[in-house]
């Protein structure tokens, strides 16, 4: 079954803890978003990289931080100094198509920090 | 941010009426991309519109775009209740195209009644 996962579903955390989102592919696909959603709205680009070792801070990245090591692997860290960090996380992954690449989404993860 | 907007927010049709969602997008681009959310999950790709077309069709789905008005519209023909969702346009960020990076509009939340 080809897709990309994200774990956990839910995650709780307390204030001034750092906590790690994972998010895995098995698409072989070159590139992986990390994207913020809040309640009612769309979707805000924190980081992306397009190939491994590389990534690129997309509109929000302060306060997150992201590594490449493998290609199906792009785990984002929400640091003590994301202000606001409760909100509902997207993951994805896509190949260049030529002139477009499709974005598939994991199934997301909800952070709630208390 | 060069968002795009998505217009109206929120739609509610009965069932088998169509249902005509708009974006507005801010910089030229080589093409633009509708997607799904079911509630609390992660997106999924409909359909791509590259620049040099007007107007296209998948099922029950016709999607149109002016560039000269830097608009969208996707048009989903006889509504079902499991189309309920929201439906984003995502435009790739030319001219700085070739970068993997979309922007993704505010989406609209379209609910139909059975």
Redesign the interface.
């Known amino acids: 079954d080809g897709g990309?996962t994200q774990s956990p579903k839910y995650l709780f955390r307390k204030e001034g803890q750092n906590v790690t989102l994972s998010c895995e592919q098995n698409l072989n696909h070159?590139?992986m978003?990390w994207?913020r959603q809040d309640p009612?709205?769309?979707?805000?680009?924190i980081y992306?990289s397009?190939i491994v070792n590389d990534f690129?801070k997309?509109?929000i990245a302060e306060g997150y931080s992201v590594s490449r090591e493998k290609k199906e692997s792009f785990p984002l860290t929400v640091t003590s100094a994301q202000k606001n960090p409760t909100a509902?996380y997207?993951c994805?992954s896509?190949d260049?198509e030529g002139?477009?690449?499709?974005?598939?989404?994991?199934?997301?993860t909800?952070l709630t920090v208390l | 941010s060069q968002q795009g907007e998505e217009d109206p927010q929120a739609l509610s049709i009965q069932e088998g009426e169509n249902a005509t969602m708009n974006c507005s997008y801010k910089t030229s681009i080589n093409n633009l991309q509708w997607y799904r959310q079911n509630s609390g999950r992660g997106l999924v790709h409909l359909i791509l519109i590259r620049s040099n077309e007007r107007e296209k069709h998948s099922g029950r789905l016709r999607v149109t775009l002016d560039t000269s008005k830097k608009s969208s519209s996707l048009l989903i023909t006889a509504s079902r209740a499991a189309d309920t969702a929201s439906y984003f346009c995502a435009t790739d960020a030319y001219p700085t195209s070739g970068t993997y990076k979309y922007i993704f509009g505010t989406g609209t939340r379209l609910k139909v009644l059975a």
Not at chain 1, 40 to 45: A, D, H, K, V, Y
Not at chain 1, 99 to 108: S, T
Request: hydrophobic residues 30%.
């Open positions: 990309i070159d590139a978003y994207y009612g709205q769309g979707l805000r680009l992306y397009q690129q997309g509109d509902f997207l994805a896509s260049w002139d477009y690449n499709e974005q598939f989404f994991g199934p997301g909800r």
